[in-house]
Each structure stands twice: as C-alpha cells, then as structure tokens.
C-alpha cells in the first residue's frame, strides 16, 4: 500500500453553534473563498469586527490591511487562513468561490438563522435611523444589499416565515436591497439582538438600541 497523504489541516469547528453562524453571515457578506479549495478571507472596515471574526472561528492568524479596487490606501482590514476541512464545509452549505452574484439559499437551520442574519447585517447591511422631514419623529430602516436577488428572496422568505415580516426587494445601482420599514424594522431588531447575543458590531447595535423592545 502507498503512502497516504498528510491530513487535510482543520483548525475551525464545524458544529454548528450562535457563533459559528455569526461567522457564516459575515462571510456570505464580506468573505471571500479562493479556487484553490483551502483559503478564506474576510475583509471589513472594521477592525472590531475582523477581532470578532477570528475570535469565534479559534484563528491565531495576524489581521492585516489592504485596499480595494483600484485605490491605494490600505484601509481595509483583513484575515486570511487556511482549513480543507471548513472550506469543503462553507461549499456543502452553499458557499463558493466568486459568490456575489451566485449565491442563493443557504443550508442554515431556523434554530441559528437570526445569528447568521445578525453577520449579515454587521457585514454588509445597513441599520439606517434618522427623522421624519415633517413630524420629526425617529425613523428606523433596516437595508440588506447583495448583488444576488436570490439570496436576498432566502432572507426575505425566512424573515417572512420565522417572524412574520416581508419587507421589499429592489434594484439598487447594481446590486439589489432587501429593505424593511420601521415596524418590521423593529420586530428584525428584537430577533437578531435577543437577550444574551454573542459579541457583535458594536456601532450597529449601539444605533439600534433606543428602539429594541426586548
């Protein structure tokens, strides 16, 4: 009998946990899966966010800057590691290589789907709160992009089934938005920012707490 090969590296945990979830949202959003079938990166503005990250996958990687498109400036923070064994988990979820435009539902369970969503919205969502020009009263909107209208229908679907709410979907430039309206806002906010949520971005979640319920 031949040699076998070295085992496939694995240093991320693929049980399922809030966590875990959370990860996964932040790479649906802003994370990036090379073709060579072993390295993930996730890249944000934020540094907290990329701590966060690391911290709930166990990655002892060193966070580094970058820039995008054609800029010059590093200002953009990012993690890159590498793990056979998450990568062919992310694929068999529904995650894959230049995924922006391909993505579409993913195989995340109602029991971690709000977790998962909360990624979505630290990542790449937008928790938009201002007054109305006339009555000067708060208003709240809660805005999800993505160049995929398929995975925005999965979220949309999801929301509608597990809390009730529908929301709407638009062209915006070239991506889509899947927006919700003050109520709906509000019911996505008590879901996602439940008693006890795990460690998240904290500048989102300071701006949606003077209208949580919870």
């Not at 990329?50 to 970058?66: A, E, R, S």
């Not at 400036?73 to 890159?80: A, D, L, N, P, W």
């Not at 991506?175 to 008590?190: Q, T, V």
Request: aromatic share 14%; hydrophobic share 30%; proline share 5%.
């Amino acid at each position: 009998m031949g040699k076998r090969g070295p085992k496939p590296k694995c240093q991320v945990s693929t049980r399922w946990s809030r966590g875990l979830a959370y990860a996964i949202g932040l790479i649906a959003s802003d994370g990036c899966l090379y073709r060579d079938g072993r390295h993930i990166d996730f890249t944000s503005k934020d540094l907290e966010l990329v701590k966060i990250f690391k911290d709930y996958l166990g990655l002892g990687n060193k966070i580094g800057k970058k820039s995008r498109s054609a800029e010059k400036e590093k200002r953009y923070f990012h993690v890159q590691f590498g793990d056979v064994n998450f990568y062919k988990f992310l694929i068999k979820i529904g995650l894959s290589p230049a995924k922006s435009k391909t993505i579409g539902p993913l195989r995340v369970s109602d029991r971690y789907f709000f977790d998962f969503l909360r990624g979505c919205i630290d990542g790449d969502g937008n928790i938009h709160t201002y007054k109305h020009p006339e009555s000067r009263h708060p208003q709240l909107r809660i805005r999800i992009s993505s160049a995929s209208k398929k995975f925005l229908q999965w979220i949309q679907y999801k929301n509608h089934r597990l809390a009730g709410i529908k929301g709407w979907l638009r062209p915006s430039g070239r991506c889509y938005r899947l927006e919700y309206a003050m109520d709906d806002s509000r019911n996505l906010l008590d879901r996602i920012y439940y008693k006890k949520f795990p460690p998240s971005l904290s500048r989102k979640f300071i701006s949606s707490k003077p209208y949580l319920r919870t």
